[in-house]
């Protein structure tokens, strides 16, 4: 986004040495607000397709949720669908931004952009009536994509002719306070000599669990993992004890505990290092296959960024999710 910006800031300084007025977000959030008490009414925006296909994309957008769809004369895809839920936070708020991105995700149901897998595919003839704060599908043959079920972000109801979705008021996730063993601690019992400590009475203090902070857009990244179909997920084996961190609490990464990418997705962990500390190309793929990893879950969080050690064509992965605190890749099929 480096030269769409710099080419914006060119334009908005010509405009404002023609005269016109520059203004700062808040003070525009405030006139607007002020003018328009009622926000915006939903709006609609429908085209044919550019390039001369016979194909309508429409995109509808209200409060409440933002929704894509393209309709052919053989097929009807739904390839977006948003929810502009009350409570999420902007990532950086508190955390820093220690990349050259700006991963500000709008929490979806449906992302063809980052997944090609996460549309609904419906059959030619079906209604699709958008309402302000829901949606309504009519029509025989609808099948609810599995991704659909029990999704957080909307509530899906069958009805007599189809399907009625309603996204969700409110966000579901908020900061999560986890409790798990330090670091020291998980050196502590490391140790050959720690039984023998424990009843001496050194170490009793080190049982005692400490909190840790899984940010919202992390909860948001393990809600996709967990809508994913059944695998083992990758999750990197170290520590960072040095990590600088601007919340009230550290990351559990830091002391190298994931066992909450398992309790959140509800999918299995496979810890390890090899493949992300090797140089050896070749041994890193060999390890990855020896783990059978269907998924490869990579935390981030301000200066403590977790990447893939080589190409995603080496590891056969494509990557399906990204926000501030998270990726997410799976194995190719």
Not at 119 to 124: A, E, F, G, M
Not at 147 to 166: A, D, M, Q, R
């Amino acid at each position: 986004y480096e030269g769409e910006f710099a080419e914006q800031m060119g334009i908005v300084s010509k405009l404002q040495k023609e005269g016109f007025e520059v203004t700062n977000m808040k003070d525009f959030s405030e006139w607007y607000r002020e003018k328009f008490p009622d926000l915006f009414l939903p709006h609609v925006t429908k085209t044919k397709d550019l390039l001369g296909e016979n194909k309508e994309v429409l995109w509808y957008q209200s409060v409440r949720y933002r929704i894509g769809y393209v309709k052919k004369e053989d097929s009807i895809k739904i390839f977006d669908l948003r929810v502009y839920g009350k409570g999420t936070t902007d990532p950086y708020l508190l955390s820093p931004n220690r990349e050259n991105q700006l991963y500000i995700y709008i929490p979806s149901v449906l992302d063809e952009v980052n997944d090609k897998g996460k549309v609904w595919n419906l059959p030619v003839g079906t209604e699709i009536k958008l309402e302000e704060k829901k949606i309504l599908l009519k029509g025989k043959g609808i099948k609810l994509p599995r991704f659909l079920k029990g999704n957080p972000l909307v509530e899906v109801s069958k009805t007599k002719e189809g399907y009625e979705i309603i996204p969700k008021e409110a966000f579901p996730f908020t900061d999560f306070i986890y409790r798990d063993y330090s670091s020291e601690a998980i050196h502590f019992f490391k140790q050959k000599k720690a039984f023998f400590y424990l009843l001496t009475g050194k170490g009793w203090n080190y049982l005692k669990k400490v909190e840790y902070l899984i940010p919202q857009g992390e909860l948001d990244a393990l809600s996709h993992l967990g809508s994913e179909s059944r695998g083992k997920v990758l999750v990197v084996e170290g520590e960072c004890l040095q990590c600088e961190y601007h919340t009230t609490l550290k990351h559990p990464a830091f002391s190298g505990r994931k066992g909450y990418v398992a309790n959140f997705s509800g999918k299995p962990i496979v810890y390890n290092s090899i493949i992300f500390q090797t140089q050896d190309r070749e041994e890193a793929i060999k390890e990855f296959k020896r783990t059978g990893a269907k998924y490869l879950y990579l935390v981030k969080f301000e200066s403590y960024l977790e990447k893939l050690p080589f190409s995603p064509g080496d590891f056969g992965v494509e990557k399906i999710f990204e926000n501030a605190n998270a990726q997410i890749w799976r194995v190719k099929k």
